[in-house]
């Protein structure tokens, strides 16, 4: 088992940045390719970012390519979303979510999901 836990939402203006962080506590973190996913009211939940095991290799939506950075720590077994220049189709609850095997952008693939952080962004 894996424990993801999202801190960091918020709400910001248009233009603003937020910083998300997942913590990982259970199983080993540098095991498991890591995502970002965001659910908008009445959407389906999107895949937002991921990154690979090492860091070494990161993957965007194009909907926030170039806005926002993937990143992870192992030593302290924490990835992080750094968005900037948010915009208000960005507000959505965030997600972060674990997969072992396979490098995929469908959320039915990850195998662990935190609880989700909220992101308002005010036009």
């Known amino acids: 088992q894996v424990q993801l836990v999202e801190s960091g939402g918020g709400l910001v203006q248009a233009g603003g940045s937020l910083r998300l962080s997942c913590a990982a506590s259970g199983r080993t973190f540098s095991n498991y390719i890591m995502g970002w996913f965001r659910q908008a009211p009445g959407k389906e939940r999107e895949f937002v970012a991921r990154?690979?095991?090492?860091?070494?290799?990161?993957y965007y939506a194009d909907s926030v390519k170039g806005r926002f950075t993937i990143s992870r720590d192992n030593a302290k077994n924490t990835v992080y979303l750094q968005m900037n220049s948010l915009q208000p189709e960005d507000t959505a609850v965030y997600y972060c979510?674990?997969?072992?095997?396979?490098?995929?952008?469908?959320?039915?693939?990850?195998?662990?999901w935190g609880q989700g952080t909220q992101v308002t962004v005010s036009s």
């Open positions: 990154i690979s095991r090492s860091g070494g290799s990161t």
């Open positions: 979510a674990a997969e072992r095997s396979v490098q995929t952008s469908f959320p039915n693939e990850y195998d662990y």
